[in-house]
């Protein structure tokens, strides 16, 4: 082989492991979101995930959960109360419909997780009473006013504790979902008001990923 043949023969090589780096790369961005898209439906993912604590909560089952043990599936946290007269009522009816228009490879691997910012009222009964209303697969977990506030600090999700001792009191809290990882930690949120052909556009790619 001359000189010019190798040369010719390296060009040819070094073209062919860049177009196949460049394909693999489109590939991936199609099958895991392109993050300009996923920004646009309101995803907004975190440099680095954050570890979400360790504290103690009671299901809609009655059954004790840990927080920081929300795994094997990809988890939309969101902060709320069964008394809430719009936000939660309208939230919970969109993540329905969303879930609804998912394909089933996307809908095994995501979960809706209600956590009640009304701990004095939402007991595990009432918490599944009102999640059935929505989807029976919805859960729902409520505990200490401290240990909901830790959670709710530690994923970027605050709410204003009630006055209890008002009546037909409401509490102030967030339509943005905190988004977990099946690895359990924290890896971004989802921006309240949602865009429901949005998000049934990015949710399957986003929870490819492990």
Known sequence: MTRTQKTVFILVALVAVILGLTVNK??????????TELIDAGIILLPQSRTVPAVEMTDE???PVVMDELKGKWSLLFFGYTFCPDI????????????SELPKEAVDRLQVVLVSVDPNRDTP????????????????????LENIQKLANAVSIPFIPADTSKPNYTVDHSGNLALL?????????I?????NQKLVAQLPGLVKRD
């Open 88 to 99: 939660c009522p309208t939230t919970l009816a969109q993540l329905r419909q969303v879930k």
């Open 61 to 63: 089952q009655g059954q």
């Open 191 to 195: 921006r309240a008001p949602f865009n």
């Open 181 to 189: 990882g099946p690895d359990g930690k924290q890896r971004g949120f």
């Open 125 to 144: 009964a009432q918490l599944k009473q009102y999640l059935g209303y929505f989807d029976k697969d919805f859960r729902g977990v409520t505990g200490s």
């Open 26 to 35: 489109v590939l991936n961005g199609r099958s895991e979101g392109n993050p």
